[in-house]
Each structure stands twice: as structure tokens, then as C-alpha cells.
């Protein structure tokens, strides 16, 4: 895949991602993204339903993934 880095020994690395911001529900695809990005931490943005929110949720628990839903927490802030 075109995602994938390869690296100088010729093997594919995933790509690291700090933060991935979710968006028109694409977040119950996160299985399909965890071989080809190494994420630490997911932001799930107010376009995102509420029932595709909470199915997203644990999707990103089952994969031991950080998260953060703006709806139920408000902005997200990241102090540099």
C-alpha cells in the first residue's frame, strides 16, 4: 500500500500518526488503518454521529487505542 514507509533494510513500517482527527464517520474503519499507521491518539470530531461515536469507541478500546471525542468533551486542546 502507497500508506506503508518503507524502510532502508527493503521491510514496510507503518506510518506514525501522533493525532488522527475522525470525521464524517469514517471512524468504525480503524481496524482497517492499525497495519498501515501507527496512531497514538485518535480525536473523534462533532461531524461524526453520535452512534458511530460510541461504535468507535470501542472499536479504539479493543485496539488499546487513545482517544478523544470532542461531543462528549469539548474542544481539544494540545499544549505544545
Do not use: W
Request: with cysteine; glycine share 6%.
Amino acid at each position: 500500500s502507497s500508506d506503508v514507509c518503507s524502510s532502508d533494510l527493503g521491510t514496510k513500517v507503518p506510518l506514525k500518526i501522533d493525532l488522527l482527527v475522525v470525521s464524517d464517520n469514517f471512524g468504525s474503519k480503524l481496524r482497517e488503518l492499525s497495519g498501515e499507521l501507527d496512531i497514538d491518539k485518535v480525536i473523534f470530531d462533532s461531524s461524526n454521529s453520535k452512534g458511530n461515536i460510541i461504535k468507535s469507541i470501542a472499536e479504539a478500546k479493543k485496539m488499546n487505542l487513545p482517544y478523544y471525542s470532542v461531543p462528549d468533551n469539548g474542544a481539544f486542546v494540545l499544549n505544545l
